[in-house]
């Protein structure tokens, strides 16, 4: 059999809405024009995501011949007291800055919105659109849209020149409004839009520009809960950088770019989305929706007790095959990233090796025994100022890795992969914080250098994980749990000071999979294809790199070797 092709566009089969999916503006013209049916006055209340089209929305809506319409955006604070008042959350760091605890209404004066509550009272008939940013603010209308975009496409947006949302800074770089938007805009949004996701009568569906798609709030729902009872994988994104490699273009099939391709995020709730297929008709939308609306079937109440509407796995591949080292780094230890950034837990990781290729494939792990702070930094800041590079296998382990060793990286570990190691991340999801103190003097794909960050860095260090500690904690840590007539399972990690635990699966035939009361996120690490099966769920199959989420809701499944053929899955859980 040839190898079978990696899916970069999967969907998600729903059950009992065909022809549910409008699309285009006509078709979602109709279904509006539906819902205002049998009223003197409709109020069309259209909140948007920020960096959803408003112009195409309204473009979308005007032919409804509409009686008044009230754009919210201009009910908002001006824009440079919006950037004063959110300028400590973003602070002066080119990549950090702290979670914001506010909330949308805080740039909503009441007057303004009382002063458009009377606007609509004054109109006697017709529809009347209060559409943009922050339109739920304003009343929650006869009938309740939601503009709806995925995180992956606002990044494409800022990177084609967007602007964030009622900001008086223009022309910043792509990662300064990625910034804006994980501290400050998207918190905002998240928060509205689980508000308004049990009660919004249409979904709208902006994330491919020019071709919207509808559906309505009763089956987006019902998609949403069908989803988080079986197994499922969620959209995959690719991105090129200045160390990546090639694996993933040869073995994805990935369109040609003039580049490489480093990261993949396939499995990151927060940042990938899922299609939705209503019966041919499809809608993307972003995974964290399934989050924020079905958290205890998809996390599990134990899961769900801890977090909240949080996804606490994240499974993504960095690509070196053929490339460069990642930069050297490590992550903030707890109390560090809650002190200084406002988040609850922080990026505990591993790095599992799905393949290497080339010559001598490594990984850089702890601090050398004997390694001095003082000198490690001397050298360090020396680098960063021009003067000799930092000579990182002076002070940092550097140790030969092979396919399936699986590198633990509890937070306060310095570390990164060398060249020529595909590697499957498994890691807690804060995926931002990471601290990079030397990045072998290159500049990144923009022509410019990457941002070092050596005070943070040198302050999270763990200096007692040296040489003797990290064999003995963090590499070959791999032991039996079962073997018997199914196969083989067993536990590959993670450290104790982890949340999750993996679990290697090996078997030709069918292994049973207990629960224990967590999500499980799981990829094909060996073999062609396996299938999931499960008293509550059609058989799902998972190809070759594939991630997919088994949601708590599924039950106890089974992994299947439909050829009988040896395959290897690895699967995450939250500890208990």
């Known amino acids: ?67 008044a319409v009230i754009h919210s955006d201009e009910l908002a604070l001006p824009p440079e007291e919006i950037d004063g008042a959110i300028a400590r959350d973003l ?52 009938v309740l849209l939601l503009a709806d975009v995925t995180r992956w496409e606002l990044q494409l947006r800022f990177r084609r020149g967007m602007d964030n949302w ?25 928060r509205v839009k689980d508000r308004l996701l049990p009660e919004m009568d249409l979904y709208l569906d902006m994330t491919a520009e020019g071709r919207p798609a509808a559906v309505s709030g009763g089956a987006y729902r019902a998609a949403l809960e069908q989803a988080a009872g079986k197994p499922f994988r969620m959209v995959p994104y690719f991105d090129p950088g ?34 939705l297929d209503f019966g041919g008709g499809t809608v993307q939308t972003p995974a964290l929706n399934l989050v924020l609306s079905q958290p205890r079937r998809l ?22 095959i053929h490339g460069q080292n990642l930069s050297l780094q490590v992550h903030p230890l707890t109390e560090y990233i809650q002190e200084h950034f406002n988040m609850r837990y922080t990026q505990d990781e591993s790095y599992y090796i799905l393949d290497t290729e080339g010559e001598d494939p490594c990984v850089y792990l702890g601090v050398k025994t004997g390694a001095d702070p003082q000198e490690m930094r001397s050298a360090l800041e020396e680098a960063q100022a021009g003067g000799r590079p930092f000579p990182a296998e002076d002070f940092v382990n550097r140790l030969p890795v092979k396919k399936h060793d699986h590198v633990l990286i509890p937070a306060g570990t310095v570390h990164c992969s060398g060249a020529n190691t595909m590697v499957l991340e498994i890691s807690a999801t804060p995926y931002i914080f990471t601290f990079k103190m030397w990045d072998w003097g290159r500049l990144d794909l923009d022509g410019k250098p990457r941002p070092i960050h050596l005070d943070h860095g040198l302050a999270n260090i763990q200096w007692d994980r040296d040489t003797q500690w990290v064999q003995e904690n963090l590499v070959h840590q791999a032991s039996q749990v079962y073997r018997g007539e199914y196969g083989l399972v067993e536990r590959t990690g993670l450290q104790e000071r982890e949340p999750l635990d993996t679990f290697r699966v090996s078997t030709a035939g069918e292994m049973p999979i207990a629960r224990s009361g967590s999500v499980h996120v799981l990829n094909l690490v060996e073999g062609q294809r396996v299938l999931l099966t499960g008293g509550d769920f059609p058989p799902f199959e998972l190809r070759y790199a594939e991630t997919c989420v088994v949601p708590e809701a599924a039950g106890d499944y089974h992994i299947v070797s439909p050829d009988g053929k040896p395959v290897q899955v690895i699967i995450a859980c939250v500890r208990k």
């Open 242 to 275: 200045v160390w990546g490699g090639d694996w993933m273009k040869t073995h994805f099939d990935l369109p040609e770019n003039g580049s490489n391709y480093a990261w993949s995020f396939d499995g990151v709730p927060e940042e990938n989305s899922l299609l």
């Open 91 to 142: 602070t002066e760091d080119p990549v950090f800055g702290i979670l914001t605890t506010r909330r949308l209404e805080e740039f909503f004066p009441e007057a303004n919105l009382d002063s458009s509550r009377s606007r609509i009272e004054a109109v006697p008939r017709g529809i009347v659109l209060v559409y943009g940013v922050g339109a739920s603010l304003v009343c929650r209308g006869d």
């Open 299 to 320: 996390l599990g109440e134990r899961v769900h007790a801890r977090y909240g509407k949080e996804f606490p796995i994240r499974f993504d591949m960095l690509d070196t």
């Open 166 to 190: 009622r900001t008086a800074r223009r022309g910043l770089s792509q990662r300064e409004k990625y910034k804006r938007g994980y501290f400050a805009e998207w918190r905002w949004a998240d």
């Open 1 to 67: 059999m040839s190898q079978l092709s990696y899916r970069q566009f999967p969907t998600i089969a729903i059950e009992g809405f065909p022809n549910a999916v409008h699309t285009g503006a006509q078709a979602i013209r109709e279904q509006a024009v539906a819902l205002c049916r049998g009223r003197e006055r409709t109020v069309i209340t259209a909140e948007c995501y920020p960096g959803a089209d408003q112009e195409e929305l309204l473009a979308l809506l005007e032919p409804l011949g509409l009686a």
